[in-house]
């Protein structure tokens, strides 16, 4: 089973790194997390055209984790797929689902005014809660819960497969389900958004740097926690992503280190892990 980090960034744009998403793919089977800025081009980049998008996985409702579900949506129809476009994800996504496709609704009619006998696009929606929520044969894809309140729910995902385990964390500070969920996996990909490289402005919602910093932190996991989770769940490898702009690799390779003994990688845009 493959892993390709299509991106590995965090809200604030950054020229080097595309929004949260993550291709897992074993033969023809293909599981996208994520969909965050730019995925599309991504997709294309590791081999993926348009009218043959994998199902999606969304970890929770954050703007940057579902920004371009849109996107991915009316472009395989675009495409010419009619096949139903999966997606799976927490409580509310039928919700922002059919918001997308109201939304999408005047593009799709114009669309469909110059094409011959086109139906709009099927979507299946699939709510998820913790527990195995889908096994090819091939690969069985399981959900769990994380902290990242004040949003609730929020998951992580393991997928098993081919010989190989690979947990996907989506946005958590350290936890204790995610440590059980990922026990002895071959590879966990687990968030590092490091709060002390937050910008601040006037008005943004905190009244100092040091606020929003002490803020954000509480549900992220920060350098000095990553390798500590990563020895606990016993993992083989460590990928470290959701990079903040001003994050130095090298630094967070370190950080993770100093606790865990095993291999670690600090995530790059569309690198295979």
């Not at 409580?91 to 997308?100: C, I, M, S």
């Not at 002490?214 to 500590?228: E, F, M, N, V």
């Not at 959701?242 to 967070?252: I, K, N, R, Y």
Request: glycine share 10%.
């Amino acid at each position: 089973m493959r892993a390709v980090l299509l991106g590995t960034g965090s809200p604030p744009p950054n020229p080097t790194r595309r929004g949260p998403a993550t291709l897992l793919s074993l033969g023809d089977a293909r599981f996208l997390v994520d969909a965050g800025s730019g995925v599309g081009a991504q997709l294309v980049q590791a081999g993926v055209r348009p009218w043959d998008w994998p199902r999606v996985f969304i970890t929770h409702h954050h703007s940057d984790h579902t920004i371009d579900l849109g996107h991915l949506l009316i472009s395989r129809w675009i495409a010419g797929q009619n096949a139903p476009f999966e997606i799976w994800g927490p409580a509310g996504t039928h919700t922002q689902v059919a918001k997308l496709l109201d939304y999408l609704s005047w593009d799709i009619e114009v669309r469909r005014s110059h094409m011959h006998d086109r139906r709009p696009p099927d979507v299946r929606v699939t709510e998820i809660e913790e527990g195995k929520i889908l096994d090819t044969g091939a690969v069985r894809v399981s959900a769990f819960l994380v902290e990242h309140d004040p949003v609730k729910p929020a998951f992580g995902f393991r997928f098993d497969g081919g010989g190989r385990s690979v947990v996907v964390s989506g946005d958590t500070r350290p936890c204790e389900n995610l440590v059980r969920w990922s026990h002895r996996v071959d590879c966990l990909i687990h968030e590092c958004c490091e709060m002390s490289k937050t910008p601040w402005y006037p008005g943004c919602g905190w009244p100092s740097l040091e606020e929003k910093v002490k803020d954000l932190s509480s549900y992220h996991t920060q350098p000095a926690d990553i390798g500590r989770v990563a020895r606990a769940a016993g993992t083989k490898k460590l990928v470290i992503t959701h990079l903040m702009p001003g994050s130095v690799p090298a630094e967070l390779a370190a950080a993770a280190g100093r606790d865990f003994a095993g291999a670690v990688a600090v995530g790059e845009d569309l690198a295979e892990v």
